[in-house]
C-alpha cells in the first residue's frame, strides 16, 4: 500500500482533525499549526457527535467545523459516506484521528489509505483497544506511552510513525498514568503530524520511511 499524494496549497498540507469529544490533542495540532512554518494548515475539524466540546473550541479560532452526527444515519456505511463527501469537499489531503470515537468501514478507510493518521494511548503493538492504561498496569509494564501511526482496516495495527513513552511509576493508577501519557501526546502528535505534512515521512507498503533529515532512531521519537 503506498502513500496517497498529497495536493497541498500555498506548500502546506491540507488537514481536518476528527474528534468525539474535548479534543485536546486536537487543540495541539491547532496551536502547532499557527507557527508560520508549520508544514500543515487545519482547514476542518468534524465530529460524529454534535455536542462536543472541541467544535466550540476550534469555532473560536477560525477554523471550519462540521457536526455529522451518527445516531441520524441508517448504517455506518451511510455515516463514512457523508463524512467523505465533507472531507472532499474541504479538498483535505490528510486525516488526523484525535479521540475519534468511531469504527470506519474497510472502505472508508481504504479511500483514505496513506493520508488518515491516528494517536493511541500505548505503545503499540502493545496493549490496543481501549483501557490502555489498566492493560499497562496489569501487566506490569515499566514503560507505557503513546504512538502515532497510519490508520489501516485492523485496528490500531498500522505502521508506526512516532513513538513517545513514560515510566510507569510505583503507586500509579490509570488516572495518573493517563495524564502522564497525555502530555507526551500533546508533544507527540504534532511533530508527528509535521513529519507527514511535510513530507519526511512517508508509508511505503506496510512501513513508514523517512528522510535523512529525521534524527537517529528511525520508527520513532522517543521521550522520557
Not at 155 to 176: E, K, N, T, W
Amino acid at each position: 500500500m503506498a502513500a496517497a499524494q498529497t495536493s497541498s496549497v500555498g506548500g502546506k498540507t491540507r488537514v481536518a482533525i476528527l474528534i468525539s469529544g474535548r479534543g485536546s490533542n486536537m487543540a495541539s495540532l491547532i496551536a502547532a499549526a499557527e507557527a508560520p512554518d508549520y508544514p500543515a494548515e487545519i482547514l476542518l475539524v468534524a465530529s460524529n457527535r454534535p455536542e462536543a466540546p472541541g467544535l466550540t473550541y476550534a469555532a473560536e479560532r477560525g477554523i471550519p467545523t462540521r457536526a455529522l452526527d451518527h445516531r441520524a444515519y441508517s448504517s455506518r456505511e451511510a455515516f463514512d459516506a457523508a463524512l467523505n463527501a465533507e472531507l472532499e469537499a474541504a479538498g483535505i489531503d490528510l486525516v488526523c484521528l484525535a479521540g475519534f470515537m468511531r469504527i470506519f468501514t474497510a472502505g472508508f478507510v481504504e479511500t483514505w489509505a496513506g493520508r488518515m493518521i491516528n494517536i493511541h494511548p500505548s505503545l503499540l503493538p502493545l496493549f490496543k483497544g481501549v483501557h490502555t492504561h489498566e492493560q499497562a498496569l496489569a501487566a506490569g509494564v515499566r514503560l507505557h506511552g503513546c504512538t502515532v501511526h497510519y490508520v489501516v482496516p485492523e485496528l490500531d495495527a498500522g505502521p508506526i510513525i512516532a513513538q513517545g513513552a513514560v515510566p510507569v511509576r510505583p503507586g500509579d493508577d490509570s488516572d495518573a498514568l493517563a495524564a502522564r501519557i497525555l502530555v507526551q501526546e500533546h508533544r507527540l502528535y504534532p511533530q508527528a503530524l509535521a513529519l507527514v505534512a511535510g513530507g519526511k515521512a512517508r508509508l511505503d507498503g506496510a512501513r513508514v520511511v523517512f528522510s535523512e533529515e529525521v534524527p537517529e532512531v528511525e520508527g520513532a521519537l522517543l521521550s522520557l
